[in-house]
């Protein structure tokens, strides 16, 4: 069974730095051994990322990035068992948020434990068609 996970967390430095260079490199070479794949999502104080794969190996990776200094604040929103991937294409990408995804950023900003799961549904589905979209302009 596949096993999502979204989450986020505070930047413990500003954007654009070797930092997250670092965590898009290290990403890509952990998730394609352990079947995940993974989108992530930078604003200049926020990390925001879905997680996709095998249930074992989800939790794993989501304790390690628990722990990474690169981050603090770490918050689960959701987890959830899926039948099918949202996510397709490279072992992690990653996307830097620009003014012209401040709503989706102030949506992702808002949620918590707390928030209908309806919602985060909602938001997730969102950073998916954004990595989708991202991955067409590529191609």
Known sequence: MITRLLYKARATHPSFTYHDLDILR??????????????????????????????????????????????????????????????AGPSMDMHMLTPEDRALEQRLSELNQATPKAIKLAVLREMAALAHDKMAAVA
């Open 26 to 87: 290290e990403g890509m070479a952990r998730n394609v051994n352990r079947r995940i794949q993974s989108f992530l999502l930078r604003s200049d104080r926020l990390y925001f990322q879905i997680l996709e794969g095998p249930g074992n190996e989800v939790r794993a990776l989501a304790e390690e990035i628990a722990r990474d200094p690169r981050l603090f604040a770490y918050e689960e929103l959701l987890h959830v068992p899926v039948r099918e991937r949202l996510l």
